[in-house]
């Protein structure tokens, strides 16, 4: 265990459909990350978070929206999502201005 | 041109061997190298950070550095099969983005 949790593990969903996925860390860490990754694909940076602010957007679709309501919990609202949207999302922390990122153990989701 | 670029492999390394996973990346500002271990069905964990030119050895574990090639390289000793995973290396570039290869897959053979 590294400290992070991610809920729920397994998610399947269609792509008329709402969930949000959720992330706690309890590593007293104040910056956060959510990540994709997909088969055959490098691990793509979705949003970061820092001290609760938004820092990072990397042209990350609309149907995917952040949430952050403190330092500890992060959360990814999904909605209307895409077949290709199916893949491992990782959530990770780290202390500002430190680089060592601790990864939770991803929800594995597929949207039919 | 991808930012961090991995031979996909696999890899494969008997029992004992050396193995020597490589990478190279494309922002020659770049200053921060890391190698993280993904075993099937798991979430990335860190192995070892560098930052300097150089070798940095940690354990059975050498992080390589050289930022006039832009190569970076983790050395394995004594591999063993506990080792075969995935293997990821990243790079933070001069614009503070954090990008990863898509990594190289490492068999040890008992």
């Known amino acids: 265990e590294t400290g992070v949790t991610q809920t729920p593990r397994h998610l399947v969903m269609g792509m008329t459909n709402k969930k949000s996925l959720k992330c706690e860390q309890h590593?007293?860490?104040?910056?956060m990350y959510w990540y994709k990754q997909s088969a055959k694909k490098p691990l793509e940076l979705m949003f970061v978070?820092?001290?609760?602010?938004?820092?990072e957007n990397n042209s990350v679709p609309s149907r995917f929206s952040p949430e952050c309501p403190n330092s500890s919990h992060l959360f990814l609202h999904l909605h209307t999502l895409q077949p290709e949207d199916s893949a491992l999302y990782l959530c990770?922390?780290?202390?500002?201005?430190?680089?060592?990122?601790?990864f939770g153990p991803g929800t594995r989701l597929l949207v039919l | 041109q991808k930012e961090v670029e991995q031979n996909s492999g696999p890899l494969s390394v008997p029992e004992g061997a050396i193995a020597s996973l490589n990478c190279t990346y494309s922002?020659?500002?770049?200053?921060?190298f890391f190698w993280y271990r993904q075993y099937s069905g798991k979430s990335p964990e860190l192995i070892m950070f560098?930052?300097?030119?150089g070798d940095k050895e940690d354990g059975r574990f050498t992080a390589q550095l050289n930022k006039a090639s832009q190569y970076v390289s983790l050395l394995i000793r004594d591999s063993q099969p506990s080792d075969s995973a995935t293997y990821l290396c990243?790079?933070?570039?001069?614009?503070?983005?954090?990008?990863f290869g898509t990594g190289t897959s490492l068999t040890v053979i008992p």
């Open positions: 560098i930052y300097s030119n």
């Open positions: 922002d020659r500002g770049s200053q921060s």
């Open positions: 990243a790079v933070r570039n001069t614009g503070n983005q954090f990008y």
């Open positions: 990770a922390s780290s202390q500002a201005g430190r680089e060592t990122q601790y």
């Open positions: 978070y820092n001290f609760k602010e938004q820092t």
């Open positions: 590593l007293g860490h104040n910056a």
